[in-house]
Nanobody, 118 residues
Framework: QVQLVESGGGLVEAGGSLRLSCAASRSIFSIASMGWYRQAPGKQRDLVAG???????NYADSVKGRFTISRDDAKNTVYLQMNSLKPEDTAVYYC????????????WGQGTQVTVSS
């Protein structure tokens, strides 16, 4: 059963915007943090943005000032607002969720393609 579902990817022109969503199943609880990694062809998977249960956020230097991560009050869905997109943002974006101690489970979304044309 799929427990972490991503949506919102697509093709946009440079300077455009996209909003990614990642919905965690209600069966996933005690989530410590959620966010996105991304992976471009020939490159490793790198953290883009994350948000903790307490609301603390962190971003890769390359997206600071352009991307904003947020969550809803139920803490089961996170959003990544991506503005001023650049061709170098092109990658597959993978949502993740990490459960707190003592569970320790890690979950990955199916990945969503973001392509930014120049």
């Amino acid at each position: 059963q799929v427990q972490l579902v991503e949506s919102g990817g697509g093709l946009v022109e440079a300077g455009g915007s996209l909003r990614l969503s990642c919905a965690a199943s209600r069966s996933i609880f005690s989530i410590a943090s959620m966010g996105w990694y991304r992976q471009a062809p020939g490159k490793q998977r790198d953290l883009v943005a994350g948000i903790t249960a307490g609301g603390a956020t962190n971003y890769a230097d390359s997206v600071k000032g352009r991307f904003t991560i947020s969550r809803d009050d139920a803490k089961n869905t996170v959003y990544l607002q991506m503005n001023s997109l650049k061709p170098e943002d092109t990658a597959v974006y993978y949502c993740y969720a990490r459960r707190s101690w003592p569970y320790g489970d890690n979950y990955w979304g199916q990945g969503t393609q973001v392509t930014v044309s120049s």
